[in-house]
């Protein structure tokens, strides 16, 4: 990584734990002042964040995608972005802060342990798929764990007896939407991954440890859809539903690098 | 730490007990029973869903769907004013009136979310339509073609192939790669390699492709892409007794440079060579700068049937070397390419599934099914309107939008 990107992203992370701090303050000792605090900070640690991917584009002339450090620093933009699109349209899933800011800062240690070296977009990725494949495979990856938060908030809201049902069930729903608008993105990420395949290896699927275990959490998700549209699953079952199956989303993006850092190699 | 290496590796080959391996459980018996089940659950679910819809839809019934929100209102004005408002404020918000009956209003909304749910399971079929087709007919190999050299488009060309059977059947049509190019970065890593692909079929005038990573070419209803690519050194071999044992093209690892390879000697043995595209020294051993061939040199042992050593040497591109009676001739340095071939006609239907499923999920996330019902009766304020709104998913969220009706209505209404 550069100066620039260093700079920008140490900044940032060091707005992320702010929020994660403060709102984690408001939220115990309901100190407004400090939750507020705290959610403001948010936006502004991913504006950062923005800034410090945007460096990396400029000096290694792609887009983020590539290696382990690179789809961690991606993969928590999106997560962050993702709350930030819901918290803005469903304001009672503002709670949710603190863990959002830690998921994001769990992602980004994650990719700062590994190497950051700039380097240039290697061959197999020279393809107008990757866009798409990436760009939703980000989008899914984040609904999923911001469902699963939203599902984590809503089983702590609704422990308390004060709780306000109208909030819960706003709660309910935005998990439920997220997971379904994460499986949509899903859905797209591994169709779009199998036909560039096919260009590029001559076979659309393999059955290579990261096509499988992206199989493996879409059919959890389409079996967590299932409960919640067919069965009607809602409440304290499908918040745990949503937070459960995060499991195998989380081995897709980040358990599979300990077995293999890309789908196939060439050369 | 096993464990965890097992479950991780699923996909891999090697490490998990093979029924845990996908590549093989997907053609076992089960796994195609339970995928042949899934298709017969598939194709019936669609023609009952579909069949219900369209019976309630001929008998103007609307369905009331899971959750419920109720709400009273009365609205200023005589009936028939207060219904022409009503039908107009459910129409702004999207629901179609269903069936008439005085004093009661039915609609809903909804329908291309159902049209959407339908054509992402229809979708899924599609997609397993296309993985049957694709494993009854696929066809895929690997070419190892060397500048210059083209091979005959027949299965005993291909170092591997799965359909051989599919392969078209031989008629002299001959593929072959020339200018092949590889670029580096600064820092060495390959990012890209392109070559141009030709090819000759008796009778027909030579085609040429140009054909580079993600970008192939088609000839005989056949995609070829290039998949990797590596050093083909043309090498001579003469023995001390001016034996010729070995004359031919080597094909040799690109990565790491140095990496040792080993080409089979006529009569036994094997020549060990390392390739230094970009020869330097250091350290008092050969060592490459980078992947270009800027000064290729070779470095050979030569190891007789018993394993014993029998010469050793270097030698540069275009030279001989005779060490210990033993000649060596590195004649030119070309490149080959692992060039994929395959076809596979489930492709389509994978790619139409995909698009069904996408675009049915997208409707179907836009498009809720709602209902709802209202009941009407004068009042002395004016008109009491009972609202019944049900909904199939998300019913906090539908409370919302519930409530912006109502809030409509009661712009000229006073609430109950
Ligand atoms: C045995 C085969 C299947 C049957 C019989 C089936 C049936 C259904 C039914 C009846 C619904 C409607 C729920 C409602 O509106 O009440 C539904 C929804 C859904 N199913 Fe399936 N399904 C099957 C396979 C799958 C598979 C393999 C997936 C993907 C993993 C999937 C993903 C979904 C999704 C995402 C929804 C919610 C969106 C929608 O309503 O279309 N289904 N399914």
Redesign the interface.
């Given at each position: 990584m550069n100066a620039v990107e260093g700079a920008l992203l140490w900044a940032a992370v060091a707005l992320y734990a702010a929020s994660f701090v403060l709102a984690l303050v408001g939220s115990i000792f309901h100190a407004g002042r400090a939750g507020r605090a705290g959610a403001a900070a948010l936006p502004s640690a991913l504006a950062l964040h923005l800034l410090a991917g945007v460096a990396r584009w400029i000096a290694t002339g792609h887009a983020p995608v590539m290696d382990a450090y690179e789809n961690s620093l991606t993969g928590s933009w999106f997560v962050g972005v993702i709350f930030l699109a819901l918290a803005w349209r469903i304001p009672a899933a503002r709670a949710a802060t603190p863990a959002v800011a830690a998921a994001v800062l769990l992602m980004l240690g994650n990719g700062l342990m590994m190497p950051a070296?700039l380097?240039?977009?290697?061959?197999?990725f020279?393809?107008g798929w990757l866009v798409v494949h990436v760009t939703f495979a980000w989008l899914a990856f984040g609904s999923y764990v911001v469902a699963a938060i939203v599902g984590g908030l809503y089983l702590w809201h609704v422990r308390r007896a004060e709780a306000d049902a109208?909030r819960a069930?706003?709660l309910?729903?935005?998990s439920?939407?997220l997971v379904?608008?994460g499986?949509?993105a899903d859905?797209?990420m591994i169709?779009s991954g199998?036909?560039?395949a096919?260009?590029?290896?001559?076979?659309?699927?393999?059955?290579?440890?990261?096509?499988?275990?992206s199989l493996?959490s879409w059919l959890i998700y389409g079996v967590n859809l299932h409960l919640?549209?067919t069965l009607?699953w809602?409440g304290r079952r499908a918040a745990w539903l949503a937070v459960g199956s995060v499991v195998g989303i989380v081995?897709t993006f980040f358990?599979?690098q300990?077995?293999?850092d890309v789908h196939t190699e060439?050369? | 730490m096993a464990a965890l290496a097992i479950v991780l590796g699923l996909g891999s080959t090697g490490r998990a007990p093979a029924w845990l391996v996908p590549r093989t459980a997907a053609s076992s018996v089960w796994f195609l029973a339970l995928t042949a089940y899934l298709c017969a659950a598939l194709v019936a679910s669609i023609v009952l869903r579909v069949r219900t819809w369209a019976r309630l839809r001929r008998l103007g019934h609307v369905s009331s769907e899971r959750f419920r929100v109720e709400r009273t209102l009365v609205m200023a004005g005589a009936g028939a004013t207060a219904e022409a408002r009503l039908r107009e404020a459910v129409a702004a918000q999207g629901y179609a009136p269903r069936g008439a009956a005085a004093g009661i209003l039915r609609a809903s909304r909804g329908d291309l979310g159902f049209a959407g749910s339908i054509a992402f399971h229809a979708g899924l079929l599609l997609v397993l339509g296309g993985v049957a087709v694709s494993s009854l007919t696929r066809l895929g190999g690997e070419l190892l073609l060397a500048e210059g050299h083209p091979a005959a488009l027949e299965a005993a060309s291909f170092v591997t192939l799965d359909g051989a059977g599919r392969l078209p059947a031989p008629d002299g049509t001959r593929v072959g790669i020339r200018d092949f190019i590889a670029e580096y970065s600064e820092s060495g890593t390959p990012v890209d390699f392109a070559a141009v692909m030709t090819f000759e079929r008796p009778g027909a005038p030579p085609r040429e492709r140009l054909v580079r990573v993600n970008q192939g070419a088609t000839f005989a209803g056949l995609q070829f892409t290039l998949q990797r690519y590596g050093f083909a050194p043309a090498l001579e071999a003469v023995d001390e007794r001016g034996r010729t044992r070995l004359d031919a093209v080597g094909l040799l690892s690109l990565l790491p440079p140095g990496r040792e390879d080993s080409l089979p000697l006529e009569g036994g043995g094997t020549l060990r060579v390392s390739l230094y595209p970009d020869h330097a020294r250091g350290g008092g051993r050969s060592v490459s700068r980078s992947l270009r061939p800027a000064r290729p040199v070779l470095h050979f042992a030569w190891v007789e049937p018993g394993g014993r050593v029998a010469a050793e040497g270097e030698v540069a591109e275009g030279a001989s070397v005779t060490v210990g009676g033993r000649t060596v001739r590195f004649e030119r340095l070309a490149y080959f390419a692992g060039v994929v071939v395959a076809r596979d006609r489930g492709l389509w239907l994978l790619i139409a599934g995909s698009l069904f499923g996408a675009l049915g999920l997208g409707l179907r996330l836009a498009y809720p099914d709602q209902s709802l019902r209202a009941e009407w009766e004068p009042c002395a304020e004016g008109t009491r309107v009972r609202l019944t709104a049900s909904t199939r998913f998300f019913p906090a969220m539908y409370e919302q939008t519930v409530e912006r009706l109502v809030a409509a209505l009661r712009e000229d209404a006073t609430p109950a």
């Open positions: 070296r380097v240039p977009l290697e061959p197999p020279r393809s109208r069930g706003l309910d729903d935005a439920g939407r379904a608008f499986f949509a859905t797209v169709a199998a036909i560039w096919h260009g590029l290896w001559g076979r659309y699927w393999a059955w290579d440890p990261i096509e499988t275990w493996v919640r549209f009607g809602r081995v358990g599979i300990f077995v293999s060439l050369l | -």
